[in-house]
T-cell receptor
Framework: AQKVTQAQTEISVVEKEDVTLDCVYETRDTTYYLFWYKQPPSGELVFLIRRNSFDEQNEISGRYSWNFQKSTSSFNFTITASQVVDSAVYFCALSEAGGIQGAQKLVFGQGTRLTINP | DADVTQTPRNRITKTGKRIMLECSQTKGHDRMYWYRQDPGLGLRLIYYSFDVKDINKGEISDGYSVSRQAQAKFSLSLESAIPNQTALYFC?????????????FGQGTRLTVV
């Protein structure tokens, strides 16, 4: 069965520090996708990035970067030079075919609450 | 207007009452999902639907039921609300047939059962 674990429940850092959010997943499928979502204090869920299981290249978008390592089943998210506006709950999620029915469920981790202090 | 709209946004109800949360979407997606968010537990899947004739239970469906009235509408019902159903509920949609597509979420419904 698919599973996503975000072991860090809460992280608090001072502004301008770098911070890495960990995500470890379990799946039996060879084809799957991983996602990161951000939930700011306003409550909506904002899509950040997707990565497929065949592409292990790291991704960088401004201050955000993602490190996908299939060997350790991890898809970690790093914020460089953090800012107060980065304060949010961050979710990692896994999408796989989900068996015969092809459920294509999106399974989420528990989330990491990130607080950036000024 | 939002692509995925949930109503109501906030609701307080009493134990034992029946309540319905509604979701409508304008994205034209076939797949619709109901999730529940609790602190420290992330988002857990309650029910999902591939089309109006297909309804499937998620990991925490007990105490809930759903109705897919049309491609664009997917409602979640609590037949007899209990306090541990107090949570933030999200409806989501996804495009059919492609694992890579992200889910699009509604704004959420904060439900409190007293």
């Amino acid at each position: 069965a698919q599973k996503v674990t975000q072991a860090q429940t809460e992280i608090s850092v001072v502004e301008k520090e770098d911070v890495t959010l960990d995500c470890v997943y379990e799946t039996r499928d060879t084809t799957y996708y991983l996602f990161w979502y951000k939930q700011p204090p306003s409550g909506e869920l904002v899509f950040l990035i997707r990565r497929n299981s065949f592409d292990e290249q790291n991704e960088i978008s401004g201050r955000y970067s993602w490190n996908f390592q299939k060997s350790t089943s991890s898809f970690n998210f790093t914020i460089t030079a953090s800012q107060v506006v980065d304060s949010a709950v961050y979710f990692c999620a896994l999408s796989e075919a989900g068996g015969i029915q092809g459920a294509q469920k999106l399974v989420f981790g528990q989330g990491t609450r990130l607080t950036i202090n000024p | 207007d939002a692509d995925v709209t949930q109503t109501p946004r906030n609701r307080i109800t009493k134990t034992g009452k029946r309540i319905m949360l509604e979701c409508s979407q304008t994205k034209g997606h076939d797949r619709m999902y109901w999730y529940r968010q609790d602190p420290g537990l992330g988002l857990r899947l309650i029910y999902y639907s591939f089309d109006v004739k297909d309804i499937n239970k998620g990991e925490i469906s007990d105490g809930y039921s759903v109705s897919r009235q049309a491609q664009a509408k997917f409602s979640l019902s609590l037949e007899s609300a209990i306090p541990n159903q107090t949570a933030l509920y999200f409806c989501a949609t996804r495009r059919t047939g492609d694992l890579s597509t992200e889910a699009f979420f509604g704004q959420g419904t904060r439900l409190t059962v007293v």
